[in-house]
């Protein structure tokens, strides 16, 4: 086989690990350190991707601004959530699972009736950069 295949599925490998892995951390040193067991985490994330989508598709902003704008838009919700529903059940490690369970599902179903089922793409980042001689497209270091 071709070494550039080898180096093609390790390049891929090591974007979409890490992804996982930035993913992963974030809910660690959110359980671990600060002992909240946030399991509306990964709705942030996709609030995110949603406003990312709205705002490239509707208002026709520039992929970095919008994922910029996206990442405060999610944190400003993060701190929404913490300060109402998470700081008032501090005390309580049992409330903090179910109440942060419900609003993952709010944001779930919320998602679902406003966007639809069907699957929605964000376009590319255009451009492409090489990467030990294999063309990597600039979306994939937008996307980390």
Known sequence: MDVDIYKYILLFSIFHSSTYLMFSIGFSMLFGVAKIPNLAYGSLYIFSSYIMYTLIRYLALEPVVAALIAVLAAGSMGLLIGETVVKPALKMPVTIFIT?????????????????????????????????????????????
């Not at 069907?118 to 980390?144: A, D």
Request: no cysteine; aromatic share 18%; hydrophobic share 55%.
């Open 100 to 144: 942060t369970l419900a609003v993952a599902y709010i944001f779930e179903e919320f998602f679902r009736i406003e966007m639809g089922l069907r699957p929605i793409t964000l376009p590319l980042y255009p451009g492409v950069t090489y990467v030990l001689g294999v063309p990597v497209s600039n979306h994939w270091f937008l996307v980390l």
